[in-house]
């Protein structure tokens, strides 16, 4: 099975403490999810979030409903929190998000994804046809509604984007 990396950084003129606050509340996922998507927590409020919480979406691709369950399996407010799919379209999905003060009263936020699709060949077939270019789409909205929500919209500061294949 191969593995891939998508890696994306984005300065936000917060404090971490703050950028942490908001990316750790998982309704805000809602918020920094394409609508074509129609992503949905279906976890009932309030989520504590910490080390071991379970969160449960639903989001539809094409009109197809997809049911993605996550684990925060690691767990360090204002410097990291990773989750991983418990349940979920890859055979693989394990997004690291860290959050560093870049100076003061700003915050490099740094999203790392690792993700196995099934499939064997059809699965790198579908990486190169259209994943790829879709995991883009969506961490591209991601940035620019972080940047919108966060009072950081300027031109088109997307971020730094990198997405590539790893060892597997």
């Not at 309030?46 to 379970?54: D, F």
């Not at 994804?113 to 991601?142: C, Q, S």
């Amino acid at each position: 099975m191969k593995a891939y990396l998508l890696e994306r950084i984005q300065t936000i003129p917060l404090p971490p403490e703050e950028t942490f606050a908001f990316f750790s509340d998982a309704f805000n996922l809602e918020r920094i999810t394409p609508p074509f998507l129609r992503f949905r927590i279906l976890t009932p409020p309030p989520i504590k979030m910490e080390q071991g919480t379970l969160i449960e979406y639903r989001l539809k691709l094409f009109g197809v409903p997809i049911y993605w369950r996550t684990l925060i399996e690691h767990w360090m407010p204002e410097k990291f929190f990773v989750d991983t799919q418990i349940s979920g379209p890859y055979t693989l999905w394990r997004h690291t998000h860290t959050f560093e003060e870049a100076a003061p009263g700003q915050t490099l936020m740094e999203d790392v994804v690792e993700y196995i699709i099934p499939f064997g060949v059809f699965g790198r077939l579908a990486h190169t046809l259209f994943v790829k270019r879709m995991l883009n789409k969506i961490f591209d909205y991601r940035a620019a509604m972080t940047a919108q929500l966060l009072g950081t919209a300027t031109e088109k500061e997307i971020c730094v984007e990198q997405h590539r294949a790893i060892a597997g």
